[in-house]
Structures are given as structure tokens and as C-alpha cells.
T-cell receptor
């Protein structure tokens, strides 16, 4: 079955860049997503990328997709303490039901 | 502004009680989902519904049932709550024809004692 893998924790200093990585197995994935979950809240879509794109940039966020290696990354430039959250990678393929990774807890130190 | 609401943010129930978790969306979405979230395990799909009165099992349906009598409302039922059902429960909805973005509710933290 489909599988989405991501590391569980990432710790960075405020002002540095954060890079969260994700790998997936479903080669038919059409959409790949990054969701953000702040403490005590539900998930909120941060950004997404179509499978026919290599890169998408949105202000401080850069998503890179290597379809050959089935690798997705999210880069947050100038990371702030408000970026501390859990980040979920998800892929949507033939089924409209996305498959989520386990989430990466980003901890930003002052 | 799209909205998914859940009936309770926090709930404490006793073992063996019947528990209802309700979710309402105001976006006229066809699809609705119930997940549970546990530390280190991420989101696991319990049930989903693609239309009124329709339901499909997800990855971990055991011990749960669902009800979708109206398009906007999707209920999760724990027939006899057990301590291993202590968890965060997240509801989500999804339009059938506008991409794959799911909209999530704020979650219900259920504790079964």
C-alpha cells in the first residue's frame, strides 16, 4: 500500500532555514501537500504542488519535488518561533483520500 | 470562510459509556472523514463518507461506527468506550470536484477513564 515517511523531529534556531523532508511510494500521486498543525488545533493546508511541477515558492516557503526519487521537501526561510508546529506531508493519488505521514515536529529556538 | 466545527474540544468519559462525537461543515462538501491522532502515529483514518447515508471503513474502524443522515453532519460513535480509545479525534471534509484539499476541524481530545 501507499506509504509516506518523514522524520519525527527537527530543531532549528530562529532566523535559520528549516528543511523538512518526506518520501512517498505511490507513483500515481497527483497532488502532494504540506499541512501545518499548531498546538491544540486541527490541520491547515500550508501549500501543495502538482506532480508535474518541480518547485513551488510562496513567500518564505519553497516546496521541491523530485518525482523520480519520490522525495518532497518543504523549506521555510527565516524560521520564526511562530513556525513551531507539526508539519504533515501528504500525497493524493488515484484515490481522493490523501495518505499522511506521521508528522514532523518543528521546534524553533530563540 | 470555510468552516468545520466539532461539538466538543475536550471530553472525558468512563469505560463502557456510549460516546458521540459530532462534526459539522458549512461548505456543502460531499466527503467527510474521521481520523484519530496519536503521538508518533500521525493521522489514522477511522471512517469516511462520500455521500449522505454512505460510509466506508478506513484503516482502523474497529470499535467505532458512524452516521451521516445529513450532508453537513458526520457523527462518530464509540458504542462502548475503552481506555485505548483515548486520543485526539479530527474531522475533515473535502469537496468532490475542487481538488484534494481537506479542511479540518479543531479536534476533540477524548479521555476515557
Amino acid at each position: 500500500g501507499e506509504d509516506v515517511e518523514q522524520s519525527l523531529f527537527l530543531s532549528v534556531r530562529e532566523g535559520d532555514s528549516s528543511v523538512i523532508n518526506c518520501t512517498y511510494t505511490d507513483s500515481s500521486s497527483t497532488y502532494l501537500y504540506w499541512y501545518k498543525q499548531e498546538p491544540g488545533a486541527g490541520l491547515q493546508l500550508l501549500t501543495y504542488i502538482f506532480s508535474n511541477m518541480d518547485m513551488k515558492q510562496d513567500q518564505r516557503l519553497t516546496v521541491l519535488l523530485n518525482k523520480k526519487d519520490k522525495h518532497l521537501s518543504l523549506r521555510i526561510a527565516d524560521t520564526q518561533t511562530g513556525d513551531s508546529a507539526i508539519y504533515f506531508c501528504a500525497e493524493g493519488g488515484g484515490s481522493y483520500i490523501p495518505t499522511f505521514g506521521r508528522g514532523t515536529s518543528l521546534i524553533v529556538h530563540p | 470562510d470555510v468552516k468545520v466545527t466539532q461539538s466538543s474540544r475536550y471530553l472525558v468519559k468512563r469505560t463502557g459509556e456510549k460516546v458521540f462525537l459530532e462534526c459539522v461543515q458549512d461548505m456543502d462538501h460531499e466527503n467527510m472523514f474521521w481520523y484519530r491522532q496519536d503521538p508518533g502515529l500521525g493521522l489514522r483514518l477511522i471512517y469516511f463518507s462520500y455521500d449522505v447515508k454512505m460510509k466506508e471503513k478506513g484503516d482502523i474502524p474497529e470499535g467505532y461506527s458512524v452516521s451521516r443522515e445529513k450532508k453537513e453532519r458526520f457523527s462518530l460513535i464509540l458504542e462502548s468506550a475503552s481506555t485505548n480509545q483515548t486520543s485526539m479525534y479530527l474531522c475533515a471534509s473535502l469537496a468532490g470536484n475542487r481538488g484534494y484539499e481537506q479542511y479540518f476541524g479543531p479536534g476533540t481530545r477524548l479521555t476515557v477513564t
